[in-house]
T-cell receptor
Framework: ETGVTQTPRHLVMGMTNKKSLKCEQH?????MYWYKQSAKKPLELMFV???????ENNSVPSRFSPECPNSSHLFLHLHTLQPEDSALYLC????????????FGQGTRLTVV | GIQVEQSPPDLILQEGANSTLRCNFS?????LQWFHQNPWGQLINLFY???GTKQNGRLSATTVATERYSLLYISSSQTTDSGVYFC??????????FGEGTQLTVNP
């Protein structure tokens, strides 16, 4: 248990569906991150939030829409995804964006059909 | 951006064996970390080691920053050590960049 909880653990969705991934951290951290892990590829940083403000968006398609309503919660809203978006989506948090140590959740395994 | 390469890509061991995993990086780093991802996807930080040597139980890591590589040593491996080991590096101008990982399987 790392203090970062992601739900759901598994999600299957059609290309026309809208769904959301949720991340909650109980560590009192101020920075939260979304990563994408595709098969046979390194983890890719998608978004960085610091004190609920998005500070980084790494050329992620608009069909992925993050939301950070407070420093403990982070969402990733999904709509009109493509099969190549199937991956493990990992959330992480750190004390702040300069902190070197990040704690990761267990991930949501997303399959787009 | 920084390039991070890990070797070997796959490693199969018998329980009790020792192993060394390597991470090469292409630039000077201010952050170098080793992670273990278990079969259920959980990513656990093992070491924050931009330079020097650290030990934690059966695991130890050494980073030679001037030569741009890091090594992770696993001694007396156990089946619970199975999973993917990632190295990740960060420079002053880039975020944490992950390597492709080493898939470790420890057989009983």
């Amino acid at each position: 248990e790392t203090g970062v909880t992601q739900t759901p653990r598994h999600l299957v969705m059609g290309m026309t569906n809208k769904k959301s991934l949720k991340c909650e951290q109980h560590l009192g951290h101020n920075a939260m991150y979304w990563y994408k892990q595709s098969a046979k590829k390194p983890l890719e940083l998608m978004f960085v939030y610091s004190l609920e403000e998005r500070v980084e968006n790494n050329s992620v398609p608009s069909r992925f829409s993050p939301e950070c309503p407070n420093s403990s919660h982070l969402f990733l809203h999904l709509h009109t995804l493509q099969p190549e978006d199937s991956a493990l989506y990992l959330c992480a948090s750190s004390q702040d964006v300069r902190d070197r140590i990040a704690f990761f959740g267990q991930g949501t395994r997303l399959t787009v059909v | 951006g920084i390039q991070v390469e890990q070797s070997p890509p796959d490693l199969i061991l018998q329980e009790g064996a020792n192993s060394t995993l390597r991470c090469n990086f292409s630039d000077s780093v201010n952050n170098l970390q080793w992670f273990h991802q278990n079969p259920w996807g959980q990513l656990i930080n093992l070491f924050y080691i931009p330079s020097g040597t650290k030990q934690n139980g059966r695991l130890s890591a050494t980073t030679v920053a001037t030569e741009r590589y890091s090594l992770l040593y696993i001694s007396s491996s156990q089946t619970t050590d199975s999973g993917v080991y990632f190295c990740a590096a960060e420079t002053s101008g880039s975020r944490l960049t992950f390597g492709e990982g080493t898939q470790l399987t420890v057989n009983p």
